[in-house]
């Protein structure tokens, strides 16, 4: 489909399912980035990026405006995750947490981490995206969508409306930023390949 955000949003609105499946095609990196800082797991992630575009179907006569729609949907993706973890929350209060130490003893018979080994990189990886979700926004935007998302740079351009001079500087900056505040905690880099 080559039509607008404005054509396929007022489309969306009539109710035509494929021009907003066309609209999540164009939106799905940004949501799973922002869901997977949010969550810090990528399975957890997937889940809330799925429910955030539920709600978005149901609710998209809500967005005014095309421009409108990308922080609307950051929006929703951040009370999904919210929601979901005050959920996860309660049943880990009520279930006593057994089942977490059930997956790691199956995985020491496949030939993954250790639970001790698991522990320390899930523990890294947390402390990575605190890191991460203190930098300013500007930093933080790109560097998720790069890292985090594996988007392109011609998609992260068109997503936050940069240039590319724009966005190799914020990249570079943020990275240098990230890698600094990471090293005064002392914690080790655990994000993607770029």
Known sequence: MSESDETLLAQSKQGNRPAFEELVRRTARLVFSRCYLEAGDVHQAEDLTQETFLIAWRSI??????????PW???????????????????????????ADDREMLRLSDGRPTPSESI????????????????PDEYRQV??????????????SRQLALSNGSLRGLLHRGLALLRSRMEQKK????MGHG
């Open 143 to 156: 560097l998720v969508l790069r890292y985090l998302g594996g988007a392109d740079y011609e998609t992260i």
């Open 120 to 135: 320390e990189q899930k523990e890294q990886r947390e402390h990575a995206l605190a890191v991460l979700r203190d930098l």
């Open 73 to 99: 949907l950051i929006s929703i993706a951040h009370s999904t995750a919210i929601d979901a973890a005050r959920r996860s929350g309660r049943k880990k209060r009520s279930a006593g947490g057994t089942r």
């Open 187 to 190: 914690i080790e880099p655990q």
């Open 61 to 70: 006569r809500q967005v005014s405006e095309a421009g409108k729609l990308r």
